[in-house]
């Protein structure tokens, strides 16, 4: 009878545990000058992880709004995706030109319209195929307000303009940053967008100073620092500055990481000076980060904590 009355109470605790709802950690800034003094490092550092494609998992697929939700069980984030354009000029969250490793459809994005795509399943990383569809970029951007940061990559051919438009009518000035590749791009965001901050490309003094010499103020930059760790060096030229530095551990880092598990990598190379760390290894970054979070008794008043 005892043995009984055991297994129906585990049996009993065990369906409680399959209908808890998760944690959500949910990033929210009430205006934009609030989300960038925290990128310009004006209030209390608190170092967060890009989830680089949203962060796939198994069952997971890239670039899907699911995917970012599940994103934010784990860790607050910074939400890295990709913005591809249709043949009827919608913006759709996509990274290869092509829909065949990621969707049930095959041939060029640019050849079908945002309504032939959405007849499409989107694939996780191990190839099969999920109930989830491609997402639109303004689908994405009302999803993500008061949830997520954002760091916007644009695809080839896909106007900066319609970006900008997109970001100014779901209002997400506030936590949306725009991804350039050289100084370039990064004046021309600038000067369409001049409140809007710019992910930018600095590996040296001479990077941010090309930048400036163009139009760029240092207030407007988060620096991308590369996918290999700099010297101590620029992350303290780049704080005295004022500038939050991302780091790409996707690659070798996150191999590294991902063969050393008892060493701290990531929390290590938060220590060294990186702000953001973009990476494929969600979950392992997300253990190093909360352990070296709870070590420095880090807290971050814009994280809010939810169950659904």
């Not at 307000?145 to 760091?151: E, H």
């Not at 996707?250 to 190379?269: E, F, Q, S, T, V």
Request: charged share 25%; with cysteine; proline share 4%.
């Amino acid at each position: 009878m005892k043995k009984i009355r055991f297994l129906l109470v585990a049996l009993g605790l065990s369906a409680i545990a399959c209908i808890a709802p998760r944690q959500h950690h949910y990033i929210s800034f009430k205006t934009a000058k609030a989300f960038q003094d925290f990128l310009n490092r004006k209030t209390t550092a608190y170092p967060l992880l890009s989830a680089h494609r949203g962060g796939p998992m198994p069952g997971f697929p890239e670039n899907a709004i699911e995917t970012f939700e599940n994103a934010t069980t784990y860790q607050p984030v910074i939400i890295e995706f990709d913005v591809s354009l249709s043949k009827d000029s919608v913006l759709v969250i996509m990274h290869d030109d092509k829909l065949d490793r990621t969707t049930s459809g095959s041939g060029l994005i640019e050849s079908q319209t945002n309504a032939e795509l959405q007849k499409l399943r989107l694939k996780d990383n191990d190839g099969k195929l999920t109930e989830f569809k491609i997402p639109t970029l303004e689908e994405v951007l009302r999803w993500g307000k008061n949830k997520v940061l954002f760091t916007i990559d644009i695809k080839k051919g896909v106007p900066y303009e319609k970006i900008i438009e997109a970001v100014r009518k779901t209002k997400s000035e506030t936590n949306s940053i725009i991804i350039t590749y050289n100084a370039n791009q990064a004046a021309k965001v600038h000067e369409l967008a001049p409140d809007l901050m710019i992910s930018a490309t600095v590996k040296s003094a001479q990077d941010l100073e090309r930048l400036n010499q163009m139009g760029v103020p240092d207030q407007k930059i988060i620096a991308f620092v590369g996918i290999s760790e700099p010297d101590k060096s620029l992350y303290q030229y780049l704080h005295g500055k004022g500038i939050s530095t991302i780091l790409g551990t996707m690659g070798n880092i996150d191999h590294r990481a991902k063969a050393n598990k008892h060493k701290d990598i990531y929390g290590d190379l938060i220590a060294n000076g990186a702000d953001v760390l973009s990476t494929d290894e969600l979950v392992l970054a997300g253990t190093q980060l909360d352990a070296y979070r709870t070590k420095n008794q880090l807290k971050f008043k814009n994280l809010n904590l939810s169950a659904n």
